[in-house]
């Protein structure tokens, strides 16, 4: 059974897309930032376990499979049979 839901979200966005569009906003007044005075204070201290990580390298040897590719001789890849442009209608 098909959700019947799948364009409740799209639905949703567009209704308010709509109500934004229809709505008109002009500043009335200026704002203002309210006065704060700060004092000092104290960064929490933490207490932290790493755990201890030994990173080095090893030597390994990799087989790798030797690959043949055979190039055409010509400089045309082989596509099949070459196909003739359809003629340009006559008017």
């Known amino acids: 059974m098909k959700s019947n839901y799948k364009w409740l979200i799209p639905g949703a966005v567009l209704l308010a897309s709509l109500g934004l569009a229809g709505c ?4 009335t007044e200026e704002g203002s930032l309210p006065d704060v005075e700060v004092e000092g204070g104290k ?16 030597e390994k040897t990799v087989t790798v ?3 043949d590719v055979n190039m055409p001789e010509d400089d045309e890849p082989d596509m099949g049979e ?10």
């Open 24 to 27: 008109d906003v002009e500043k």
């Open 82 to 91: 070459p196909v003739e442009p359809a003629p340009a209608p006559k008017n």
């Open 43 to 58: 960064m929490p201290a933490y207490d932290v376990d790493a755990p201890d990580v030994d990173v080095g390298t090893e």
């Open 65 to 67: 499979p030797d690959v």
